[in-house]
């Protein structure tokens, strides 16, 4: 069974810091999404790994993935308040589905 | 501009009272799901279609229903909710299954 999980699963950071959050997955997959959800929102799609060693950046957030190792980050950089939210990582497991992990719920503070 | 629609937003309901909610999306993706999620955890799949094909999660209450009419809608039923239902309700759809989700709004039920 996939089994995907974060950490940490809250993160209260001050602006303008940097931080990584990490997203281990269980069984091998190719493939990995970065959500973003919005208290109360839908998710919002931000980054589609699609192969080992893939890095893909937007304004002050870089994901990346290391599929040997099972493992993706996000990383934040410089973070502003904007960027308070709760960040999902998800595995597409049987080529047809997505495994969300357990969601990191980050909050910037001045 | 092309969406993902829910409706409606917001659902209040009594314990046991059938409800309905609603999907649609003008991205003509063949792909749509329906997720369940209950406040501070991940959303949680609860069925899909693929074009017509039905695929059921293997723990899916049978209490939980689904109808997707045409390409555009897709509804889910819950025939008898519980207390225990009332959660966030997402719909997604994508092109294809390994594909990107799109994510609607969401419906938010609360059972009384």
């Known amino acids: 069974e996939l089994k995907v999980e974060q950490n940490p699963l809250f993160l209260s950071m001050q602006e303008g810091k940097n931080y990584t959050i990490y997203c281990n997955y269980s069984?091998?997959?190719?493939?990995l999404y970065w959500y973003r959800q919005d208290p109360g929102k839908s998710l919002e799609s931000l980054f589609v790994?699609?192969?080992?060693?893939a890095v893909k950046q937007e304004g002050r957030l870089m994901a990346s993935l290391d599929t040997k190792a099972r493992l993706s980050t996000l990383h934040i950089t410089a973070a502003v308040h904007d960027l308070s939210a709760t960040y999902f990582c998800a595995v597409e497991r049987n080529t047809d589905k997505l495994i969300f992990g357990t969601g990191t719920r980050l909050q910037v503070f001045p | 501009d092309a969406m993902v629609i829910q409706n409606p937003r917001y659902q209040v309901t009594q314990f046991g009272k059938p409800v309905t909610l609603s999907c649609s999306q003008t991205l003509n993706h063949n792909v749509m799901y329906w997720y369940q999620q209950k406040s501070s955890q991940a959303p949680k799949l609860l069925f899909h279609y693929y074009d017509k094909d039905f695929n059921n999660e293997a723990d899916t209450p049978d209490n939980f229903q689904s109808r997707r009419p045409n390409t555009s809608f897709c509804f889910l039923d819950i025939r008898s909710p519980g207390l225990g239902d009332a959660a966030m309700y997402l719909c997604?759809?994508?092109?294809?299954?390994?594909?990107?989700?799109?994510f609607g709004p969401g419906t938010r039920l609360l059972v009384l």
């Open positions: 069984t091998t997959s190719d493939r």
């Open positions: 790994l699609l192969s080992n060693g």
């Open positions: 997604a759809t994508s092109r294809a299954p390994i594909e990107t989700q799109y």
